[in-house]
């Protein structure tokens, strides 16, 4: 498998599980889950590593907000803003399916499709 330069992070409860990013996805990084979401779909899952950030399934994907693809993750996480404002800190990944990871500098649990939560120094 390729070594990942992008990120695929899927809302669980936006993703319907049709399946058209699976199939769209050209390296093959994406799969349904075997668990239900909390509307009874299957959804879709990054399976960690080989995205290449192409973002194919993105717009595959019909659902807004299900799908958020980041391009070079490595280089984006170190640029993430602290939410409280004292300066740049960075994020550890705990669950790349999920997309959930952990800001360093306050400890906070983020969902990293969660627009709501992000916001990327230009």
Do not use: Q
């Not at 640029?79 to 740049?88: A, I, Q, R, S």
């Amino acid at each position: 498998m390729a070594k990942a330069r992008g990120f695929v992070a899927v809302n669980e409860e936006e993703c319907k599980g049709c399946d058209l990013c699976v199939e769209a996805c050209p390296m093959d990084v994406l799969h349904l889950a075997k668990h239900f979401n909390t509307h009874g779909y299957n959804p879709s899952e990054y399976d960690g590593e080989g995205c290449t950030g192409c973002g194919v399934c993105f717009y595959a994907c019909p659902e807004p907000g299900a799908i958020t693809v980041f391009k070079n993750w490595e280089e984006s996480r170190h640029k993430y803003l602290n939410p409280k404002g004292d300066g740049v800190t960075t994020l550890s990944l705990r669950d790349p399916v999920k997309g959930v990871a952990v800001i360093e500098s306050t400890g906070d649990t983020i969902v990293l499709s969660d627009f709501r939560k992000l916001n990327f120094a230009e």
